[in-house]
């Protein structure tokens, strides 16, 4: 669902938009409605307006159904469904949309054919949705490198030797056995109504 958002519904919309000017400036039907009198902001408008439309059409009711089918995963699941993120999701994914089609439109509307806006615009898809993801995580792992699983484990294992809290492993297990002892009110281990391996391995933990 999230690539279906994410990539297909602003590659449908590229599809929609990329002749909504550019075509009409090539047929000669531009200028004609532009000398009815229609302002240029509002004919701009009315084509985002349409084409906003038409996406809905799609949109919405696949929406509901995803929306109706998380509810019911959720209660399945024992577990309340959240309206509030759901509420902010979809105004998240709203405004990403939203931002396609002006893209789209303008794109349209500053190109001089067709054929060039839809590709100024399947470049603009492809550099947002492909390319940008994978440049930021390089950049990302450039800037705070994620360490080599045996780095990982080495560091791990000086802090155990060292003792995390402060204490080395042996005063910190010396410890645990006193208190253990204290709290059972017995002199050894052995004597112990629980296992000491058990309360040992929770101390580690």
Known sequence: AASVLQLLLPLLIIALAFDAFAGERERG???????????????????????????????????LLGAAALVLTSLDAGLSPSIGRFFFMAMGY?????????VSLAVSAKVRSARSALVVLLAFWVFNGLLAPRLAASAAEVLAPTPTAAAFWADVQKDLSGGTDGHSPVDRNKALVE?????????????????????SLQAGE
Request: glycine fraction near 10%; charged fraction near 15%; proline fraction near 6%.
């Open 179 to 199: 208190e253990t002892l204290r709290k059972y009110g017995v002199s050894d281990l052995k004597d112990l109504p629980v296992s000491f391996a058990g309360i």
């Open 94 to 102: 709203g405004l990403y949309l939203a931002s396609f089609v002006l």
């Open 29 to 63: 039907t531009l200028r004609q409605a532009l000398s009815l009198g229609v302002p240029p902001d509002r004919f701009a408008l009315g084509k985002a307006v349409g084409l906003a439309a038409a996406l809905g059409l799609l949109v919405v009711p696949a929406t």
